[in-house]
Nanobody, 117 residues
């Protein structure tokens, strides 16, 4: 079992920046993928960014050039640095963890990011 605790959401004006953090604890093996998904009101949950324990990253086209995903393996923590925020970035952001064992997928409780138009 893996527990994910997110922090850093809030309200920020368009063009501003925000950093999300997610700390994982529990049965964590060295090989894993962590990242972020988001779900806007009335929309499906979508990938924002992921990063493997080896440092390979994958970002959605809509956030490339504005968002950066990073991690501290020693702390089992993943970060999402969000710059040049837009109203369309408004969503609940969910931390995601996928272990090496098939089926070992976990989600955080979600943190709200609001960018007023």
């Amino acid at each position: 079992q893996v527990r994910l605790v997110e922090s850093g959401g809030g309200l920020v004006q368009a063009g501003g920046s925000l950093t999300l953090s997610c700390a994982a604890s529990g049965s964590i093996f060295s090989r894993n993928t962590m990242g972020w998904y988001r779900q806007g009101s009335g929309k499906e949950r979508e990938l924002v960014a992921t990063i493997t324990s080896g440092g390979y990253t994958n970002l959605a086209d809509s956030v490339k050039g504005r968002f950066t995903v990073s991690r501290d393996n020693a702390k089992n923590t993943v970060y999402l640095q969000m710059n040049s925020l837009k109203p369309e970035d408004t969503a609940v952001y969910y931390c995601y963890f996928r272990g090496a064992v098939p089926g070992s997928n976990y989600w955080g409780q979600g943190t709200q990011v609001t960018v007023p138009s």
